[in-house]
């Protein structure tokens, strides 16, 4: 599976963006995809999940409520809706897709995409 992440920008602090991530091959419905960010001088942090079926989410505490993952397997994509961004949310959001949700979560999935960059100013 190969993964293309769009979507992010600079915008204002209470703003609004949504993340894209293209898939292409056949096992992408088969599979659980989630976004991790990493601010400059951080460490990559897990900020949300989806299952193969949309059926399961997980999100990090800091984003609940805020954002929202969903995908559509027709299109082969999934999108994180980040609402009221905060500057600390600025950072290189990648998605990255395995088999297993539990290993997108843990930031070891077998896909990742190259990263888009989400700015937030004060």
């Known amino acids: 599976v190969q993964l293309q992440a769009s979507g992010g920008g600079l915008v204002q602090a209470g703003g609004s963006l949504r993340l894209s991530c293209a898939a292409s091959?056949?096992?992408?419905?088969?599979?659980?995809t989630g976004w991790l960010r990493q601010a400059p001088g951080k460490e990559r942090e897990f900020v949300a999940a989806i299952s193969w079926d949309g059926g399961d989410t997980h999100y990090a505490d800091f984003v609940k409520g805020r954002f929202t993952i969903s995908r559509d397997n027709a299109k082969n994509t999934v999108y994180l809706q980040m609402n009221s961004l905060k500057p600390e949310d600025t950072a290189v959001y990648y998605c990255?897709?395995?088999?297993?949700?539990?290993?997108?979560?843990?930031?070891?999935?077998?896909?990742w995409g190259q990263g888009t960059l989400v700015t937030v100013s004060s």
């Open positions: 990255a897709a395995d088999p297993f949700e539990s290993q997108v979560v843990l930031g070891a999935g077998d896909s």
């Open positions: 091959g056949r096992a992408f419905s088969t599979y659980a």
